[in-house]
């Protein structure tokens, strides 16, 4: 068979690149209230933040765009774009009251010395009421926006604000530093804002990759009004606060902290950490629990009628993603109870559990009855509804019927608004109405921009099954999936070289959603694989608990499993297969170069693991190490010779001399997750084997490497360094 041919010039691949990088990505949506026209119509106004990257400023953009929506409460009329998105400047969260009269914003901004300054904004309609600069009031430390940490939350009362900021730290001097001051005769507030000496270098932990520099939270709280700001007090000394909003009756303030004693280990992407709900009341100060404190709790979300609050559940120091439990807490009878539970595994494939790491902010049905979920099924995103009383889950739409993903962003009078893509689709908005309980309707969406499907990509999904001889004895009978893209138009008896590209994590997973990198390589002429091993989310609780005791082993001959079978029922040539992982991805792209070193033509790792036991002392993560290699970890664990041997073993630098794929490296140099030291030894342990081998080197990124300027250097790189090995 003939080789099909490639896209090869580097300008036209830049070209390609600048095109398809240019779809945006939907990151939040709101609904207004519901107006009645004076013909008796409908309407709702919806607002929405999109984010897209900026090839020419380095940088990625946000803007807002509205939408109205003409609809019966029923059914969707009519809908319409409000003229064209325009760009927002500086502006790091906002937030509508429950009324929609006022909007609360977050913006940041330069001082006339270039220091970072941050104000909270108040807007009654088209006037801005107030302003108050956050920096010059000194009441707290910078104002967190993060998912993990982050909230803007109105009163119901809509008079007082909530939202989490960094506690405010005494200021230091050397102990060799004179001012003015030390020669008078201080006042107690001289007293009380007098510098420590001595503390100038005292470490203060922060929460890790993508939190650097979140130590402490503090809950705050503005009132409208007067314009005056409160730090909450009252709140346990050994957690950390965060995902806050206020009680039901504005009594006091309900949020989730996280423990960081004895020390904080990373939290981002990690829902592992021991963690519980609190109430803290204003009119006493007393703060109490309200879920138990040896689990993992995340993401509450209050009832429309203010009766419940749901909230998600994991298990501590296990897989850092896994099965969660739904759990609701009753405000008035105070009683717990588990809504939905983990699913070992489906007996019918309609539902594989929870695996989410934020609900929606806006996920109940009207009546309070049912909540919304986006979740993963096996290698797609789906929406399910559940019946809070009965647990009763409902698929809102067939995997057959909606090849794609979807993701609520909000539902307000049962109206919702959800983000739908596909590996051939970039991110869309849609509309529609969640159907009455058991009526078995199905769902009428309406897009509200054109759907831009990308030509020539063909794809969908691939099961696989282990052999006999590599089934798990723990757990059975587990298959697995990929995601397969191909160019569309091939010529009969074209075969075409195939990129691989293993997930990290380990417990995360691609879903048929829109993802730069695999669609620009299929545009350029290109297969692609993406594999959801063992261990994957969204396949039940057994296979994510597989994996356990058996990275470098189980995953590894998943991917190869997963390769071989493509071979065979796709145009793909089998002498140009070649690697693309990241993180987890990368420690398996390393271990197959090593245990099938003559079946890769060329590889590529971003900030790959490499060496687990030199890992598990440097990075945010410790108990990844233990817990991935099949020991249970605990803050005293501390090295024993035969498990730091065996994780060792299961490290792909002890293949490093069967290597002979030329590899290619991408380390970020902010790395808290996998320290780039790890990179960096895996290189020089291949160029003292002589294999092929380079490294770029990317300033102030950090594991994801997302910044503008190193995502795109990196794909001209990883196609350049393709296209040269094949």
């Known amino acids: 068979m003939a080789a099909a041919q490639c896209i090869r010039n580097p300008r036209d691949i830049a070209s390609l690149y600048r095109d398809l990088s240019q779809f945006p990505s939907l990151s939040s949506a709101s609904i207004g209230p519901e107006v009645t026209t004076q013909y008796g119509g409908k309407y709702s106004n919806i607002y929405t933040e999109w984010s897209q990257r900026d090839l020419d400023r380095n940088e990625q953009i946000k803007f807002c765009r509205q939408y109205i929506v003409f609809h019966d409460n029923n059914t969707v009329v009519y809908s319409s774009s409000c003229g064209n998105g325009s760009e927002i400047t500086g502006e790091l969260l906002s937030s509508e009251s429950p009324s929609g009269a006022l909007k609360a914003v977050l913006r940041g901004s330069k001082s006339k010395t270039g220091d970072a300054i941050q104000f909270l904004e108040v807007w009654d309609r088209n006037r801005k009421v107030k302003s108050i600069n956050l920096t010059v009031l000194d009441k707290h430390g910078k104002v967190y926006e993060d998912e993990q940490f982050g909230c803007l939350s109105w009163s119901h009362s809509e008079s007082h604000l909530l939202y989490i900021a960094e506690k405010k730290r005494p ?15 201080p006042s107690d507030e001289d007293e009380a804002n007098k510098p420590v000496k001595g503390d100038q270098f005292v470490l203060h932990e922060d929460w890790g990759e993508g939190l650097v520099k979140k130590s402490i939270p503090a809950l705050c709280v503005l009132d409208i009004e007067s314009g005056n700001i409160s730090v909450l007090e009252g ?13 039901p009756d504005d009594t006091g303030v309900v949020f989730v902290g996280w423990w960081h004693s004895p020390f904080r280990v990373g939290l981002k992407h990690c829902t592992n950490r021991r963690s519980a709900m609190f109430f803290v009341d204003l009119t006493g100060g007393k703060c109490e629990p309200l879920s138990p404190d040896s689990s993992s709790v995340f993401s509450p979300r209050l009832s429309p009628d203010k009766c419940r609050i749901v909230y998600l559940r994991c298990e501590v120091f296990g897989p850092h993603q896994q099965c969660c439990q739904l759990l609701m807490y009753d405000w008035y009878t105070k009683v717990t109870s588990v809504v939905v539970d983990t699913v070992a595994r489906s007996e019918d494939g309609r539902f594989e559990g929870i695996y989410t790491q934020l609900l929606a902010p806006l996920c109940w049905s009207a009546d309070s009855q049912r909540v919304i979920v986006d979740t993963a099924l096996r290698s797609q995103q789906v929406l399910i509804a559940v019946d809070i009383m009965t647990g009763k889950v409902t698929p809102l739409q067939s995997r057959e019927a909606s090849q794609g993903s979807w993701k609520l962003m909000a539902i307000d009078r049962d109206l919702m608004v959800v983000r739908f893509s596909s590996p051939s689709c970039p991110p869309t908005l849609k509309v529609g109405f969640l159907p009455p309980a058991l009526s078995g309707e199905d769902i009428t969406w309406v897009s509200l921009e054109e759907e831009n499907s990308v030509l020539n990509i063909d794809w969908g999904y691939k099961t696989h099954k282990p052999p006999a001889g590599q089934e798990n004895p723990q757990y059975p009978g587990l298959d697995y999936e990929s995601i397969f893209l191909k160019p569309q138009q091939l010529r009969e008896q074209c075969r075409v070289p195939l990129v691989v590209f293993p997930h ?13 990198f695999p669609a620009v390589l299929c545009r350029m002429g290109f297969a692609v694989q993406l594999v959801n091993y063992r261990g994957s989310l969204g396949f039940g609780q057994d296979s994510v608990s597989s994996l356990l005791g058996r990275v470098g082993e189980q995953d590894v001959k998943d991917m190869q499993t997963a390769v071989l079978q493509v071979l065979q029922t796709e145009p793909i040539d089998p002498h140009k297969v070649v690697l693309c992982g990241g993180s987890h991805g990368g420690f398996l792209s390393c271990h197959l170069i090593g245990q099938y070193p003559d079946f890769y033509k060329a590889c590529i790792v971003r900030n790959p ?4 036991p030199a890992m598990a002392g440097s990075t945010d993560i410790p108990d990844w190490c233990h817990v991935e290699t099949g020991r249970t970890y605990s803050y005293q664990a501390l ?88």
């Open 171 to 185: 200021k230091t001097k050397s102990f060799f530093e004179a001012s003015a001051g030390d020669l008078s005769v």
């Open 235 to 247: 709140i346990p000394e050994h957690v950390s606060p965060g995902q806050a909003f206020w009680s």
């Open 504 to 516: 990290g994590g380990p417990h995360s997973s691609f879903v048929s959603e829109w993802m730069l």
């Open 639 to 726: 090295p024993v010779a035969a498990q730091w041997e065996d994780m060792l073993n299961k490290s792909p630098i002890t293949y490093v001399p069967q290597v002979r794929t030329p590899v290619m490296l991408m380390l970020g140099e902010e790395d808290r997750r996998v320290p780039n030291t790890q990179g960096l030894e895996y290189y020089k342990a291949l160029r003292a084997h002589n294999v092929p081998a380079r490294l770029l080197w990317y300033p102030d990124n950090n594991h994801s490497l997302s910044k503008v300027d190193a995502e795109s250097d990196g794909f001209m790189n990883i196609a350049l360094w393709i296209l040269k090995h094949l």
């Open 609 to 612: 693991v490499t060496n687990i």
